[in-house]
């Protein structure tokens, strides 16, 4: 049990490098976004995340893996310690931004009608930048996120 308690610790406090490495992994994990039906051309497109990244039209999709990675390795750069609470709550509400501008982008090219949706990629990035984004907050606000997730569990457990 205790080991258990120990892994949930290291991951409450670490809750932005998680989410960081989840946006990274998902933009590998199926597609991204998906032609919605009704859409005429852009029905059959499908954008998986290492095409976004490495795509040379889209420059916002080479920023979800460069956001993730310098939320990553912030706190190791020296002079970027003062400024890591911020941009580890900064740079999630970036990356929510680009994710909806590129899925405009993308439905905006040469098709007439047509509309993008998330995929299972775009959905993973999403639960991942969420973890990031409560991590930043906790770090630039200074708060524990442990301590709050076992006020909640407790006040539960009381209710019961």
């Given at each position: 049990m205790k080991n258990k308690n120990e892994f949930l610790t290291k991951a409450l406090h670490n809750l932005d490098v998680v989410g960081a490495i989840i946006m990274i992994v998902s933009l590998f994990v199926g597609n991204f976004y998906a032609g919605d039906p009704g859409g005429g051309?852009?029905?059959s497109i499908s954008y998986p995340g290492y095409k976004l990244i490495f795509n040379s039209d889209y420059l916002l999709g080479t920023l979800f893996i460069?956001?993730?990675a310098v939320i990553l390795i912030v706190g190791r750069?020296?002079?970027l310690k003062q400024y890591e609470?911020?941009?580890k709550f900064g740079l999630p509400i970036v990356t929510?931004?680009?994710l909806f501008v590129l899925k405009g982008q993308l439905a905006d090219t040469g098709n007439v009608g047509g509309a993008a949706s998330f995929a299972t990629g775009a959905w993973i990035f999403l639960v991942g930048n969420v973890l990031a984004l409560i991590g930043g907050a906790a770090s630039f606000f200074k708060f524990d996120v442990e301590e709050k997730v076992n006020e909640i569990?407790?006040?539960k457990k009381g209710s019961k």
């Open positions: 051309y852009m029905y460069v956001i993730p750069i020296q002079s609470g911020l941009l929510v931004i680009f569990t407790k006040g």
